[in-house]
Every structure is written in structure tokens, then in C-alpha cells.
């Protein structure tokens, strides 16, 4: 049976980071690269569990910790590995979860022992080391992890295709025509989405290093910032977290 042949004004494709609209659209394009990382993902039951919301920085990598509504810990871990690892059973990734981070301060054990072995997952990290020509082509654009695939330690993969929404949909209803809105939203775009890929596996890479000397020179420049207090700290985010609206950016349209 053929395939639905659907006519349109314009194409939006938000498909992911396996984009085929990005591979129709930019066919010479590498597309997001292996990062060196894995990472695991699990929510467990928070009761009588005595935690500190935040992430630990180790040896093994990175593992946190965050609190939903519902009562329950989000669990996430990371840590590098040089090849992508294979497909494996529930119980094969709690195990090795224990195995990396079994040994970090309470209540790091408890936490792993409650991950329901067929409810963890683990992904291999791939980013948009190449950045695209554009995030459009012709009367198609991308956006999301499709445009700009990143490590998740900067908390901005969702973040920045909401942000590409908006954007789009703002730079299509002030342009005289689609081609010219874009071109804006790719201009808007493409210099914010690049930084914050480059500096999301740049954090990646600090949170994961394996190197000793490495581990002690991070460590000891984390306790310095923590001496100049939690503004100094903030300040590394500036560039993550002050975002304006296209609107409020650039000059009124009339």
C-alpha cells in the first residue's frame, strides 16, 4: 500500500535526534556524533529515604538525584564509556549501576537497590558536534533535538525546543513570507543552540572525567567556587538561563 501523500504551506519537523527530515533536508551532513557517554534514568520511591537534591560528581561518574510531586526521586547517572554499549536486560543495568556507583555516601545504595530493574533506562549519548548549515530549507524547518542534539547535563534539550518554537512561530507571523521568516529563525537560532550544544558535553566531560589528576583539579576548583558563594556559580549559567523572547529582542515589527 503507498504511502499518504499530504500537501502543505510549510513543513515543521521536530523527529528527534534519528531525524529523517534532517537527513532528507541536509543529506551530506554527519548528523549527531557519539559523545563518549551513557546514561541511565529511573524514578523510585522517595519514602524514608534521607536525600540532598542535587547531583554527585565522582570517580565513576556523575549520579543525581531529584524530588517529583508525586512523591517519587527521579534517578539519573552518567559516565564515560568509549564505545557505545549494547542493548541489555533491566537487570544487567541495575547491576551495573551498582557496580559504578555502589560504593558512593548514602543513600546512594538504598536508591539503586529500589530502581525496578524493568522499569531503568540507558541511552548512549550522541550531540551536534557538526552544527547544520541552517535549521531550514526550503519551505521546511527543523527544530529540536532533530536541529541540535545534546548532552543532558546543562538541562536544556527540552528547553531549547521550546525555545525554537516560539521563536519559529514568532518569526512566521511578523515576515512577509515563509522563506523570509526562516531565515530569521534560523539566524535567531542557530548561535544560542550551538554554544549550549558545545558547553553541554564540555559539562558532560567535566562531570565524567576519568583521569585522577583530572578528578583532583575539578574537585579542588568546585570547592573554590563554593568559597566565592553560590553567585559565582550562577554566574557559569548566565548564558543558559537569560533568554528573551524574539519579541522583547529584537526591534517591534509593524
Request: hydrophobic share 45%; net charge positive; with cysteine.
Amino acid at each position: 500500500m503507498p504511502s499518504p501523500r499530504y500537501r502543505g504551506r510549510l513543513l515543521v519537523a521536530a523527529d528527534g535526534i534519528r531525524s529523517a527530515a534532517r537527513t532528507a533536508l541536509f543529506p551530506g551532513h554527519p548528523g549527531p556524533a557519539y559523545a563518549g557517554l551513557t546514561a541511565w534514568q529511573a524514578l523510585v520511591p522517595s519514602d524514608g529515604i534521607d536525600y540532598l537534591m542535587g547531583t554527585t560528581w565522582s570517580r565513576c561518574g556523575e549520579f543525581g538525584m531529584l524530588p517529583m510531586k508525586d512523591g517519587r526521586l527521579y534517578v539519573f547517572a552518567e559516565a564515560a564509556v568509549d564505545e557505545p554499549m549494547p542493548r541489555r536486560t533491566g537487570a544487567d543495568e541495575k547491576a551495573e549501576l551498582m557496580r559504578r556507583f555502589g560504593n558512593l555516601r548514602p543513600p546512594v545504595p538504598d536508591v539503586i537497590g529500589r530502581i525496578d530493574a524493568e522499569a531503568v533506562l540507558r541511552a548512549d549519548i550522541h550531540s551536534m558536534r557538526v552544527p547544520l548549515p541552517a535549521f531550514h530549507r526550503g519551505k521546511a524547518a527543523i527544530l529540536g533535538d532533530a536541529a541540535h542534539a545534546m548532552a543532558p547535563n546543562l538541562g536544556q534539550g527540552a528547553c531549547q525546543a521550546i525555545e525554537d518554537a516560539v521563536t519559529l512561530a514568532y518569526c512566521l507571523d511578523g515576515s512577509g513570507t515563509i522563506s523570509d521568516g526562516l531565515a530569521d529563525y534560523t539566524a535567531a537560532r542557530m548561535p544560542r543552540t550551538s554554544l549550549i550544544v558545545r558547553r553541554s558535553e564540555q559539562v558532560a566531560r567535566f562531570a565524567t572525567m576519568r583521569n585522577p589528576a583530572g578528578q583532583v583539579l575539578r574537585n579542588g576548583m568546585l570547592r573554590a567556587m563554593g568559597l566565592l558563594g553560590s553567585s559565582a556559580a550562577l554566574r557559569q549559567a548566565d548564558f543558559v538561563m537569560r533568554w528573551d523572547h524574539p519579541a522583547v529582542a529584537a526591534p517591534p515589527r509593524r
